[in-house]
């Protein structure tokens, strides 16, 4: 039994040790991204989920705002029009959309731009998907990088 003991508690603190490990980033997270972070999911039947979309979060519907966030590339290549956007870094991708870590918002940029690992901030109509269909819950449109 102290064997299972000891080996737990080694295990456990292993994790702990990891966790410590993780690297850090700048934090994106701005009051826009915050009301990014309110759309959650409820349940309206067994085994069917369903977004919710906040008054407070529909009220950035079709407006023009200011994201920071890093690039997710959804194609290969060197310049892209179109990728998704989190307040997270690559590293970080499988946490997206949990936590308290908003879900990614699909880009459509106005013009093309280079890839970078670095923190960038895009301007543009900020369009939420509300119909339940599988593209993305959330949009910037006509995006332009902005300093």
């Given at each position: 039994m102290m064997k299972y003991l000891l080996l737990t508690a080694f295990f456990f603190l292993g994790f702990t040790r990891l966790q410590a490990q993780v690297k850090v980033h700048k934090d994106m997270r701005t009051?826009?991204?915050?009301?990014?972070g309110l759309r959650y999911d409820k349940q309206v039947q067994p085994l069917k989920w369903v977004s919710i979309f906040p008054p407070e979060l529909m009220a950035l519907n079709n407006?023009?705002?200011?994201?920071?966030?890093?690039?997710?590339?959804?194609?290969?290549?060197?310049?892209?029009?179109?990728?998704?956007?989190?307040?997270?870094?690559?590293?970080s991708c499988p946490f997206c959309g949990s936590g308290d870590i908003p879900s990614m918002i699909e880009v459509k940029m106005a013009a093309a731009i280079p890839f970078t690992d670095k923190p960038i901030k895009l301007k543009g109509k900020f369009v939420i998907n509300d119909s339940?269909?599988?593209?993305?819950?959330?949009?910037?449109?006509?995006?332009?990088?902005?300093p």
């Open positions: 009051p826009t991204w915050n009301l990014v407006k023009v705002i200011e994201l920071p966030g890093y690039i997710y590339p959804t194609k290969v290549g060197a310049k892209f029009s179109e990728f998704m956007l989190s307040i997270v870094p690559i590293e339940g269909d599988d593209r993305s819950e959330f949009f910037l449109l006509g995006a332009k990088q902005v």
